[in-house]
Nanobody, 124 residues
């Protein structure tokens, strides 16, 4: 399975942006698709995740109410709709996949499959 993230770019504060992550191969067991982000000099941090097949979503407090994560089963794609972007949202965004549920889904160490990252820059 490989992941390919896209959709990053330079936007202004308050703008919206949509990230996509295409996955090759269908998931073979229940698991998690997630977005993480990493700002310069910082650790990789959890942003949002969707669990399948339940489609339940999870969010970091910092993005709750502004970001929406979704999975398009027909395209085998994970999306992240970001609104009301802030300069502190600037980071490289990574999609990740884990086969099988983990209660600490917010821990990047739980994921073994990663996309290459896409840069989001929000100017003030």
């Amino acid at each position: 399975v490989q992941l390919q993230a896209s959709g990053g770019g330079l936007v202004q504060a308050g703008d919206s942006l949509r990230l996509s992550c295409g996955a090759s191969g269908r998931p073979e067991s229940p698991g998690i698709l997630a977005w993480f982000r990493q700002a310069p000099g910082e650790e990789r941090k959890f942003v949002a995740a969707v669990r399948w097949p339940t489609s339940r979503s999870y969010y970091a407090d910092s993005v709750k109410g502004r970001f929406t994560v979704s999975r398009d089963n027909s395209k085998n794609e994970l999306n992240l709709q970001m609104t009301s972007l802030k300069p502190e949202d600037t980071a490289v965004y990574y999609c990740a996949k884990r086969l099988h549920w983990a209660v600490d889904y917010y821990n990047p160490g739980q994921y073994s499959i990663w996309g290459q990252g896409t840069l989001v820059t929000v100017s003030s």
